[in-house]
């Protein structure tokens, strides 16, 4: 993978970005830490399928990333169905009011 | 009025060691073999990369490695990539050496980045997280 492709990626997943002794991004979602990668600095060739397996993708999904085929809710989606993201709880069913029962006419 | 006073102990002239009895000193592969001669012919036992390395320290002041991390080695046409595939964390370097401490730097970094953001990570970082502490131990 190439420094600018890397970049790429970056910037389409709006991942915050660290620059120690590498570069590091991490992608947040509803406030949590969700997953991190990394790159060197320089130009130099980038392990692709480290920097895939860290962002839970396949090749094709990680293609998708680099050029236009996998937008950031598609990479949303992607994450929860793998369950790296937690799907909101839905809310538990209110209980029905007990009724009573109908008295047969007479 | 200089006068040169001569030493009171002087070196002794260089001279030719004799090799001990039985030893007889010849060029590496060359030597020609009987039975009271022991020729020293160096080769090295493998000359492949090990493919995994147990990786006993981060080169970061900071953290003790408590259990060891297995490292799986994969060279590429310049680099080794260093890999802890438990947690799906990698490092690179021109020889193992390197790579293995790049790894060792990341991992340290990602310890600390995890510690402080401990209680908003989501469910696979939370693993990763454990399975550091199960490894590493921050120094005092």
Not at chain 1, 7 to 24: F, P, S
Not at chain 2, 73 to 96: K, N
């Amino acid at each position: 993978m190439k420094t600018h492709e890397f970049e790429r990626i970056v910037a389409k997943l709006q991942l915050k970005t660290r620059n120690a002794g590498d570069r590091l991004a991490w992608f947040e979602h509803d406030g949590q830490k969700v997953v991190r990668t990394k790159r060197s600095h320089g130009n130099k060739e980038q392990p692709g399928d480290k920097i895939r397996q860290q962002l839970k993708v396949n090749e094709q999904q990680l293609a998708g990333l680099i050029d236009c085929s996998v937008s950031l809710p598609d990479y949303i989606e992607i994450l929860k169905s793998k369950g790296i993201i937690a799907s909101p709880k839905k809310p538990a069913p209110q209980p029905q009011p007990a009724v009573p029962p109908q008295q047969k006419r007479r | 009025m200089a006068s040169a006073t001569k030493p009171m102990f002087t070196q002794p002239p260089p001279d030719v060691v004799p090799a001990p009895a039985g030893v007889k000193f010849v060029p590496f592969g060359l030597g020609e073999q009987k039975s009271d001669v022991y020729t020293l012919i160096y080769e090295p036992h493998s000359t492949h990369r090990p493919e995994r390395i147990l990786l006993g320290t981060l080169g970061d002041l900071g953290f003790r490695v408590i259990k060891p991390i297995v490292v799986n080695l994969e060279p590429r046409d310049t680099t080794v990539v260093a890999s802890w595939l438990e947690i799906d964390e990698f490092g690179t370097g021109s020889s193992t050496s390197l790579a293995a401490e790049d790894l060792g730097r990341t991992v340290a970094e990602l310890y600390r980045s995890l510690h402080n953001d401990q209680d908003k990570l989501g469910p696979d970082l939370r693993r990763v997280w454990v399975t550091l502490q199960e490894h590493i131990l921050p120094r005092r």
